[in-house]
C-alpha cells in the first residue's frame, strides 16, 4: 500500500502530503462543529426551550463553520496539487536517463512500448497516488480516532462499537484488491502486448504493404482491440464496485 522507494524517490512531497492530511482534518472538525450546533438547537425544540437569541448565536456558528470547510476543502485541493506538481516531470527524467544510460540495449530488458506506457499512463497513476491516495489513507486513520474522542463524551458503548467496526473498512478494501490485483495484471499484459504488436506492424508497415498482407494484420489487430475492450469494460466495472465498497462505509 505504501511504497517507501518511491516515497523516498519523491521525498519533496511528504509536507503536502502532510498540509492536505491537516486542512482535512480542521474541515472534519468544522463539520462537528456545524453538526454540535444543529444538534443542539433541534434538541431546544424538542424540548420547547429554543429562544430567538440561541437561534441567532447558531446561525453565525453554523455561517463560520461553513466558511471554514470551504477554505481548508480548497487548500487541500492545493496541497493535493502540490504533492503531485513534479511527480511527471521528475519520473520521466530518471525514465529517459536510465533509457540513456542502458542505450539501445534496453529492448533487451523491457519493450519501447512498455517503456513508453510506463512512462505515459503509469506516471499519470503516480500522480494520482501522491496527490489523492496517500493523503486520503492516512486522514481514513485520522478521522475515526477523531470522531471517537469527540463521541465518548456523549455515548461510550456507541463510540467504542463504531471505532472497532473501523476495520472493516480497510478490510473490505483489501478483499476488492486482491481480486483487482488479478484482473490488473491481466489486463496491464493485454495492454503492453497490444501496444508492442501496434508498434511493429506500424514499423514493418512497408512489408506488409508490399507481401499485401496488411489488410489480415488490421483484422489480427481488430481482434485484439476488441478482446482489450472487453477486458477494459471488466476493469471499469471493478473499480465502479470498489468505489462502491469504499465510499458506502465512508457515507454511514
Not at 221 to 232: P, V
Request: with cysteine.
Amino acid at each position: 500500500m505504501i511504497k517507501k522507494r518511491l516515497v523516498g524517490l519523491l521525498s519533496h512531497a511528504k509536507k503536502y502530503i502532510v498540509y492536505n492530511i491537516l486542512w482535512q482534518w480542521i474541515a472534519l472538525l468544522a463539520q462537528i462543529a456545524a453538526v454540535w450546533t444543529i444538534a443542539g438547537l433541534l434538541e431546544s425544540l424538542i424540548f420547547g426551550e429554543v429562544s430567538e437569541n440561541g437561534i441567532f448565536r447558531t446561525i453565525p456558528v453554523l455561517v463560520i463553520c461553513v466558511a471554514v470547510r470551504f477554505v481548508c476543502e480548497r487548500m487541500a485541493a492545493r496541497a493535493s496539487y502540490q504533492a503531485s506538481v513534479d511527480v511527471k516531470k521528475i519520473l520521466r527524467q530518471k525514465i529517459y536517463g536510465k533509457m540513456l544510460r542502458l542505450g539501445p540495449s534496453y529492448r533487451e530488458k523491457v519493450s519501447t512500448s512498455e517503456v513508453m506506457q510506463v512512462s505515459t499512463e503509469g506516471v499519470e497513476q503516480l500522480e494520482t497516488y501522491f496527490g489523492k491516495y496517500l493523503p486520503q489513507l492516512f486522514y481514513s486513520l485520522l478521522a475515526p480516532v477523531t470522531l471517537f474522542a469527540v463521541l465518548c463524551r456523549i455515548n461510550l458503548k456507541a463510540s467504542v462499537i463504531l471505532l472497532i467496526c473501523v476495520p472493516l473498512i480497510p478490510l473490505s478494501i483489501v478483499a476488492v484488491q486482491k481480486i483487482a490485483k488479478r484482473l490488473l495484471n491481466k489486463y496491464w499484459s493485454i495492454y503492453t502486448g497490444l501496444g508492442d504488436s501496434f508498434l511493429e506492424n506500424l514499423q514493418g508497415l512497408t512489408t506488409l504493404k508490399i507481401y499485401q498482407a496488411d489488410e489480415q494484420k488490421a483484422r489480427e489487430m481488430d481482434q485484439e482491440a476488441q478482446h482489450f475492450r472487453n477486458i477494459t469494460m471488466k476493469v471499469l466495472t471493478m473499480q465502479l464496485n470498489s468505489t462502491s465498497v469504499m465510499d458506502h462505509p465512508s457515507g454511514q
